[in-house]
């Protein structure tokens, strides 16, 4: 029924609707009129075609039915952590990251009632040590457990080595050999300010400084090691579905040239760069869309952020409203009942592909230049990241890019003064560092701090 339906219309080429177009705007330059360039450098259309593609589409190899609910658990008591872990599962959540700030911890305690053979176990150490990796994994599920250690990550957060470069990578090297699994935090970037196309560039030179020293390094056959990312995902709706794709869309392409085994793992969270402390409950919406986008995009695990992680301590109100945003995506939107629903859209497919050819040009050229560390050492990332920062401001700043509640439509008698439990702005320590820190600040900060002294 469908093919005698559709065979009663000729077919209509790209050329033909770009026709029609034009006439409609009656003079108007198309280009002027209807496309716009965005801070990546990519041209958007008003309608994508068939004819826009040379090749088929491949498909991403990824089950959106298959994506888990994570929940962050800072895990300083391991028995009120695992009071809220049990919390947490009993309440829908499938897959859990700990946040580990101590040595001392007792995982026996920490881990007691979960099933590991169900529930993902994501460790974040912040310290390196391959005992403690051990002492992790030595009584429980290795299968389910994963290890998020990232020392080249911490490097460009803090501006230090946990140590030293020689024995950071000897114990990540230790870490990796014994859990099969590191992690690569680009969330960081996005949160500092840099666009896309260079959190993807960042993501595939960072992984590739360990891939080089794993592959020069291993003296027998590794079975297949997990590679996780940390992504943070902003509101830009379609532009992050075709940012994790291209993550993934690279990452393969970069896994075939070594002979180790690599499995990609995508962790999202909604970014906090957006998020703000005036008119708070938008961040809910804003946290809402970026996680379809992560679940859209193929996103493994989705951890979503409470509305007021900025401002307030955590409570379980926020952590319940997060929790439940997730539930009511998966179990009442059916987020969960279809696989890879983004692919064959052609404006997504378009996206994915200029993202990811933009991205790999950009890496290459980080690596002719010396490699991601090399251009950490010498600030060349850093200043890339501030200048795409200071752009994204800018556009704030003017109005042009828009923070509902911030820069338009703000409620003048909105009051915050008495409201914040933590504080919510960019705090400066000096100390001493081999590089410059790569650092995180909101875009809505400065505004926020003016309507405070007014307050």
Request: hydrophobic share 40%; net charge negative; with cysteine.
């Amino acid at each position: 029924m469908s093919d005698t339906l559709f065979n009663e219309f000729d077919p209509v080429s790209a050329k033909q609707w770009k026709q029609k177009i034009q006439a409609d705007l009656k003079g108007a330059d198309y280009n002027d009129t209807l496309i716009w360039t965005s801070n990546e450098g990519i041209q958007v259309k008003p309608f994508y075609h068939t004819d826009d593609f040379n090749e088929a589409f491949k498909t991403t190899k990824t089950s959106a039915s298959n994506f888990k609910i994570g929940e962050i658990i800072f895990a300083s008591d391991a028995k009120k952590a695992n009071a809220l872990a049990l919390s947490a599962v009993n309440d829908g959540v499938e897959s859990l990251k700990f946040i580990i700030p101590s040595e001392d911890i007792d995982f026996d305690v920490l881990l007691d009632n979960i099933n590991l053979d169900a529930i993902p176990v994501h460790f974040e150490f912040h310290f390196l040590s391959v005992d403690t990796i051990k002492k992790s994994i030595s009584k429980n599920s290795k299968s389910n457990i994963y290890i998020t250690t990232d020392i080249i990550g911490n490097l460009a957060k803090s501006g230090n080595w946990f140590s030293s470069f020689s024995e950071d990578f000897l114990k990540f090297e230790g870490g990796v050999n014994y859990s099969n699994a590191f992690t690569v935090d680009i969330a960081l970037y996005q949160n500092a300010g840099a666009n896309i196309v260079q959190q993807l560039a960042y993501a595939m030179a960072h992984i590739n400084e360990y891939f080089n020293h794993l592959e020069n390094t291993s003296k027998e056959k590794t079975p297949t090691i997990d590679v996780i990312f940390n992504v943070a995902v902003g509101s830009n709706y379609f532009f992050e579905i075709a940012k994790l794709r291209a993550l993934r869309l690279l990452f393969n392409t970069l896994e075939t040239e070594y002979t180790i085994n690599y499995n990609c793992k995508i962790a999202a969270i909604p970014t906090k760069r957006n998020k703000a402390i005036y008119d708070y409950n938008t961040n809910m919406l804003r946290t809402t869309t970026e996680c379809m986008s992560a679940i859209l995009g193929g996103a493994d695990t989705v951890c979503n952020l409470p509305y007021d992680a900025i401002f307030h301590k955590e409570n379980d109100f926020g952590r319940r409203i997060a929790k439940n945003q997730l539930l009511v995506l998966k179990h009442e939107s059916y987020f969960g009942a279809v696989d890879n629903p983004s692919d064959g859209a052609y404006y997504i497919e378009a996206l994915t592909q200029q993202m990811a050819d933009k991205a790999l040009a950009l890496f290459k050229d980080i690596e002719a230049t010396g490699g991601f560390l090399k251009q950490l050492k010498d600030g060349t990332i850093q200043r890339k990241i501030k200048e795409s920062a200071t752009k994204e401001q800018e556009q704030f700043n003017a109005a042009s890019e828009v923070i509902l509640g911030s820069n338009k439509h703000p409620n003048t008698t909105d009051k915050m003064k008495d409201n914040l439990e933590i504080y919510p702005f960019l705090k400066t320590k000096k100390r001493k560092t081999l590089i410059e820190p790569i650092i995180e600040k909101r875009v809505t900060e400065t505004l926020e701090q003016k309507r405070l002294k007014t307050e």
